[in-house]
């Protein structure tokens, strides 16, 4: 569920280069050691790109996009925008058994209690896979609940996989369920999810 970006944009290319450059940045502020001094002087470099940036900001949302092939590129998602630095960016993938699935490898970044992931970041990877598994099934819509059940903690700095499917549908709701699992199957988090098709989405094909 990709559209490659690189072989459409150049802009759009080097905007997502940037977006990592920042996650990698985040990630660098995070685990820095270095002196009051030098962390000083990076921010005043910091606040100078900032400035660059802002010379010409959007107003708008980035625009959903839909392949020939049915597939979907929302670059500003805060979950899978590859052009959004606060995204992983999760790449969700059809899954041949299942509805949806993710390769994931959180980051210190993403630290709930201490050496463990924030269960907030859980849920929203949860609930945007949960969300993608019912598109996938034709039947896309927003939350309208979500339900999570923490097993274990959830590591960051290791891989593991997230996986969703779509269970059934009544009317304009439909209901997913899904999880984050060591990738022995070991299950640490797991959602289910209500999704409530917007009338005005009735009959329109996302996915
Ligand atoms: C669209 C809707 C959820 C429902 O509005 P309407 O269409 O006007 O609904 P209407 O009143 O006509 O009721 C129809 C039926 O539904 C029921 N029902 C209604 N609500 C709820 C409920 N909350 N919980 C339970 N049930 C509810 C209601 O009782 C009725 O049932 P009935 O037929 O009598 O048995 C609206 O409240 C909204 O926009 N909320 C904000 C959603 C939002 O922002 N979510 C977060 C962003 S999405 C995201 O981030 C994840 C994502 C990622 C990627 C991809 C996809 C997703």
Not at 115 to 120: I, L, Q, R, T
Not at 153 to 181: F, M, N
Request: net charge negative; hydrophobic share 45%; aromatic share 4%.
């Amino acid at each position: 569920m990709t559209i490659d970006v690189a072989a459409q944009d150049a802009r759009l290319e080097a905007l997502c280069a940037l977006a990592q450059e920042t996650r990698d940045f985040m990630d660098a502020v995070a685990l820095t050691e270095v002196g009051g001094s030098e962390i000083a002087a990076v921010a005043a470099e910091l606040a100078a790109l900032t400035a660059r940036l802002r010379a010409a900001a959007r107003e708008t949302p980035q625009p959903l996009e839909i392949g020939a092939d049915g597939t979907v590129r929302h670059l500003g998602n805060a979950v899978t925008g590859a052009a959004n630095p606060h995204a992983l960016p999760l790449v969700v993938e059809r899954d041949p058994e299942r509805g949806v699935r993710a390769d994931i490898a959180f980051r210190p970044l993403h630290e709930g209690p201490p050496s463990a992931v924030h269960g907030g970041i859980s849920a929203m990877v949860l609930d945007h896979l949960l969300g993608q598994a019912v598109a996938a099934a034709g039947v896309a819509g927003l939350t309208g609940t979500l339900t999570v059940r923490y097993r274990a903690t959830v590591p960051y700095g290791r891989p593991l996989v997230a996986t969703a499917e779509h269970t059934r549908s009544e009317g304009r709701k439909s209901w997913a369920d899904g999880r984050i699992a060591l990738p022995d199957g070991t299950v640490l988090v797991e959602a289910t999810g209500l999704f409530i098709t917007p009338a005005e989405w009735v009959g329109l094909k996302v996915t």
